[in-house]
């Protein structure tokens, strides 16, 4: 039985698929095309985030994260760099803790 994917997956699956003895077919992408690839992986991520709960959001959290990290690499940084940018912002501007809502703002 044949399955159509064309998308971007983590390096080990050719293998696990032929461990499965099944056939995988595959190509490489160029640099334009994995940078597309990684953005419609990220929004694929998102979604699964969004509809998993409990110790399934952590693992879909975690495949998030994976794609941050190649992302970032594209930009000559690392996890650790992202990760150092956002404790900054979160210096400077705070989390999301506090569970504030702006609903509006008046001006003078």
Do not use: H
Request: glycine fraction near 4%; proline fraction near 2%.
């Amino acid at each position: 039985m044949e399955r159509t994917y064309n998308k971007l997956v983590r390096d080990n699956i050719p293998d696990i698929i032929i461990s499965k003895k099944e056939t995988p077919v595959t190509r490489t992408l160029n640099d334009e095309e994995y940078k597309k690839a990684l953005e419609d992986k990220l929004f694929e991520e998102y979604e699964e985030v969004i509809s998993a709960c409990g110790s399934e959001r952590c693992e879909e959290l975690a495949d998030m994260i994976e794609v941050i990290r190649s992302l970032a690499g594209l930009e000559n940084r690392t996890l650790e760099d992202i990760i150092r940018l956002a404790d900054e912002k979160r210096a400077e501007r705070g989390g999301f803790e506090n569970r504030i809502f702006l609903e509006k703002v008046i001006g003078q």
